[in-house]
């Protein structure tokens, strides 16, 4: 199981932060996208890739709004080829990027519109024109310049698409897409290469979206097999079980609301002290104070809830936790744990990551 660490694309802090993840062991960091909140992911990820080499490097999540897919796709290449190959691409509908723009999540014909063209210009192929999401009233078609020549279609022409030399072979950046409902777990069992459930770490739950995933591809005339299973995690790792929770109440709260994010009802299987849990968070969101841990949101999580939404408690909890979520099929965890810059640098934030660094991520990487 790969075990990937969550981090902000500080530029002044991330080549210190990956530098660490990468002496820790962690399989891969990733960076939060969200221009209005934290730095540049591209650029994080960039100088991420100057102070290491072995360590992967993803974006968790991007979008299909505030980008078109060629400006994402040559983003995506430029880090690639900057890591020697490392890049792996994650994307959702948006959430506080979008929210800051006074805008919800992209829709769904739109968002996979996006994830096709991502996936062909990744692989070298073209887009045609009219599938391109630049509005005519914001920019005409290139006809009017009346040239004598130009381009037929969109493609990236620069460069080597995917990335091959003697030591990694060739290689298509690999896209995962965030997924919490039925429709969009469909779509990206389709056309990505990874699904990453952000259905917390529930086993019902995760079981559930595995089959959903299946089935979709089988309607598609796909192999159910042919796609990898990844998930969002909040961990909390701590010696005192109440100590874990009160690590990760803030982050947990983001990726709990978006079980219910539109439209007030849950997704999934849902027992009715769940879906209760889940409808206090949906009614006291406050994004102003996303993510934290002292919020109205994250005052509503249960001890219940967070033991089974999460992975908390003491390292021999967590990595017993982890193995279930294994044998379900998932092969890529990205702990969201401790990502609140609340907690981070506090002494129990400090204790428990080096819990996970020392126990947690060594046994289960093991094993």
């Known amino acids: 199981m790969e075990l990937w660490k969550h981090a902000f694309p500080t530029p002044l802090q991330i080549r210190d932060v990956a530098a660490e993840a990468e002496e820790a062991g962690w399989h891969g960091l990733a960076v939060v996208d969200s221009q209005n909140l934290t730095g540049d992911a591209y650029v994080a990820l960039a100088l991420a890739a100057t102070v290491t ?3 992967e490097l993803g974006i968790a999540v991007g979008n299909s709004v505030t980008r078109v897919a060629a400006v994402n796709a040559c983003a995506v290449l430029s880090v690639d080829q900057a890591s020697g190959g490392r890049m792996v691409f994650g994307i959702g509908r948006g959430d506080s990027c979008l929210v800051h ?3 919800a999540p992209g829709r769904l014909k739109h968002f996979e519109r996006h994830l096709k063209q991502l996936q062909a210009y990744l692989s070298g192929g073209e887009v045609p024109f009219d599938e391109i999401d630049i509005p005519l009233e914001v920019a005409p078609a290139a006809d009017a310049l009346e040239l004598a020549e130009g381009p037929g279609t969109s493609r990236i022409a620069w460069g080597t698409l995917s990335f091959d030399d003697a030591a990694i072979g060739p290689r298509k950046v690999p896209v995962e897409v965030a997924a919490t409902g039925p429709r969009v777990i469909g779509i990206s069992a389709v056309h990505a290469d990874r699904v990453m459930f952000a259905l917390g770490a529930d086993p019902e739950r995760l079981a559930w979206g595995i089959e959903v995933a299946k089935a979709a591809r089988r309607d598609a005339g796909l192999d159910p097999d042919g796609v990898k299973f990844g998930a969002y995690v909040n961990m909390g ?3 005192d079980l109440d100590a874990a ?4 109440r803030g982050p947990m709260s983001v990726f ?4 219910l994010m539109q439209g007030g009802t849950p997704i999934g299987p849902t027992s009715d002290e769940t879906a209760d849990t889940l409808r206090k968070l949906h009614e ?6 996303h993510s934290r841990n002292q919020s109205p949101q994250a005052a509503t999580l249960t001890d219940e809830f967070m033991d089974r939404f999460g992975v908390v408690g003491p390292p021999d909890r967590c990595i017993e936790k982890l193995e279930e979520l294994r044998s379900l099929g998932i092969d890529k965890v990205l702990l969201a744990a401790q990502f609140n810059e609340n907690t981070y640098d506090t002494p129990e934030g400090i204790a428990a990551r080096q819990l996970v660094e020392s126990e ?5 990487q093991a094993a």
Request: a positive charge.
């Open 101 to 103: 723009l006074g805008r």
């Open 360 to 364: 947690v991520l060594p046994a289960v």
């Open 284 to 289: 006291a969101y406050d994004m102003g104070t």
């Open 245 to 248: 929770r009160d690590l990760i």
């Open 256 to 259: 709990a609301r978006f079980q």
């Open 53 to 55: 080499e072995r360590i």
């Open 237 to 239: 790792c701590a010696r």
